[in-house]
Structure formats: structure tokens, C-alpha cells
């Protein structure tokens, strides 16, 4: 077993929290984290990126049983993720969205895992919608190793927990990548840094039966969503370019972008097949460069 994750009475996991505005999905978030098992041993640390701070006053009205800090910072997830990460104290860290939530023994099979397994520089679960159905992506079924192959079958996000000790530096994030960051790369943050803990040699393991759930905004289709999708290509195609990912498999995501497109055209889903049209644009954008 792993003494880090054993000893003492300090926290156990950080979550690191960047928002901007939304306090009833923070509340829900924080709801989900005083209802966990071991909630006790969680941190939670917000960076509120409104001017109103909003979600701060819903953080510091709320009674979490576990330590919690609060900051801000300027604008974009990645930027915000830099601005708590610093602030961690515990042995993982991990970085919720908003409005995501967790099931009550999300933590302690998280830990339970990385306990078992000190070999392991972290550790995914599975994102699934409230009814259970998997949410965002193609999930894998079963337990596997995440690779420069599979990540984006295997990860997102809020799924994400790392040993803050693997973590390459304080801050961690690359702040030209993600949402809100500046120019076009609008997604791919947080799997630029398992890729660069992958290439530096740590092993990082999807578990699926360890779940966080999040809605699936495929499920509300509109004009700001195909926007939002061709930042999101952009990103994805980056990540491609500056990891040296085989082409072949951005050949293979986006020709399934395009013949998806196909079909929903055919099913009078014309804004949902605008979204993947407008994805694999700008996967090319990104892999060629086009994306400051």
C-alpha cells in the first residue's frame, strides 16, 4: 500500500475548481463532494474567474466537511487550473469541471486504486450522464493502460486524478490550450498534460467502474455549440501536431466526423452536422498550424 495515501489526517485528494459564473452547477458540484465517502479528507480549492464572484460566495456559504480555499485569476480553464494547483495539498490532485459531480465512493476507489498501485502517476475513470449512460465520448469498456493511442477513449477532464507529485510543475496546464484561453485552441488542456506525463514516463491507468458524472451538451444542439466545436477541433488537431500523434488515427476521427455529418444531414439534424463539419475543419486548422 501506499503510506502517502495512508498516514496522517490532512486531505487526500485536491480538487481544483476554475469557473466563471455558474453558481448552481458549483452548487450541485459541492453538493456531490459533502455527500462523498471520505469527504472529510477532500479539498477543494476555487479559482472564481467572475467579476462578481458569485461562485465564491456560493463556496463560502457552503458547509463542506473537508478544508477549502479560494482564489481567482485571469481568464481561461487552463490559466484558472494554474492559479489553484499551487495551492494543493493533498497527495492527488484533480481538476472537475463546474459542472460536473461526483458519486459518493468516486474518492475512495480513486485512492483505493492508487494505493494498491504506487506505480501509478494517476488514474481515469469514466464520465457518464445522471442516468448512467456514458457521456462525451466513445468510453472503452474495460480497465486499460492510457496511451498516445487511446486517450481520447479514455479520458477527459473531470475523470483525471494525478499524484500532485508527477505533476511536471506547479503549474501545470499550457494556458495557450483550453477554454477561454486566447486564440483558437479551444479544448485538448488536459490531454496535452497526460501526454507530456506519458512521454516523461509515468504510467497513468483508466479504470472505468470509477465514474463522475456531467451532462452531454451533444444533447442540446445549437448555433454557439458548432462555434464551440471548431475551437474544440482545433485543439484536438493541435495536440496531434505538437505530440507527434500518428496521422493516421486524425485521418480516422475525422473521417468519422464527416461520415456522421452524413447521416444527420440525411436526418434533418442539420446544426449537430454543421458542429462535426465545423470539428474536422478545425482539427486540420490545428494540425497544420492555423490556430493562433
Known amino acids: 500500500m501506499d503510506a ?16 466563471i459564473g455558474r453558481p448552481d452547477a458549483l452548487r450541485r458540484l ?53 492559479a489553484g494547483t499551487p495551492l494543493a495539498s493533498a497527495p492527488v490532485v484533480a481538476y472537475p469541471d463546474d459542472n460536473c459531480w461526483y458519486p459518493p465512493t468516486t474518492f475512495r476507489s480513486v485512492l483505493e486504486v492508487l494505493g494498491r498501485r504506487p506505480d501509478l502517476g494517476g488514474v ?17 469498456p474495460g480497465p486499460t493502460a492510457v496511451t498516445r493511442r487511446n486517450f481520447l477513449r479514455t479520458s477527459v477532464s473531470s475523470t483525471i486524478f494525478l499524484r500532485r ?50 451532462d452531454d451538451d451533444r444533447d442540446q444542439i445549437t448555433a454557439a455549440y458548432v462555434a464551440k466545436m471548431a475551437k474544440y477541433g482545433v485543439g484536438q488537431g493541435y495536440l496531434w501536431r505538437r505530440h507527434s500523434l500518428p496521422v493516421s488515427s ?17 436526418r434533418g439534424q442539420k446544426l449537430h452536422a454543421r458542429a462535426d463539419l465545423a470539428f474536422v475543419r478545425g482539427q486540420v486548422s490545428g494540425w497544420l498550424g492555423v490556430d493562433g
Open 4 to 19: 502517502q495515501l495512508q498516514d496522517g489526517g490532512g486531505p487526500l485528494i485536491s480538487l481544483v475548481c476554475s469557473t
Open 30 to 82: 459541492l453538493t456531490s463532494v459533502a455527500a462523498a465517502e471520505i469527504s472529510d479528507r477532500v479539498e477543494f480549492i476555487l479559482v472564481d474567474q467572475s467579476g462578481d464572484q458569485s461562485c465564491a460566495a456560493v463556496l463560502a456559504d457552503f458547509e463542506l466537511p473537508g478544508p477549502y480555499r479560494m482564489t481567482t485569476s485571469g481568464l481561461g480553464v487552463s490559466t484558472g487550473r494554474n
Open 124 to 140: 481515469t475513470g469514466m464520465q457518464v450522464t445522471e442516468a448512467g449512460a456514458p457521456s462525451m465520448l466513445r468510453w472503452l
Open 165 to 214: 507529485d508527477v505533476l511536471p510543475s506547479p503549474t501545470p496546464f499550457d494556458e495557450g490550450v483550453g477554454v477561454g484561453s486566447p486564440g483558437r485552441r479551444g479544448a485538448g488542456e488536459e490531454s496535452d498534460l497526460l501526454l507530456r506525463l506519458i512521454a516523461s514516463g509515468h504510467a497513468v491507468e483508466y479504470r472505468p467502474e470509477i465514474r463522475v458524472c456531467q
Open 250 to 266: 486524425l485521418v480516422y476521427y475525422s473521417a468519422r466526423k464527416v461520415a456522421g455529418a452524413g447521416l444527420r444531414a440525411a
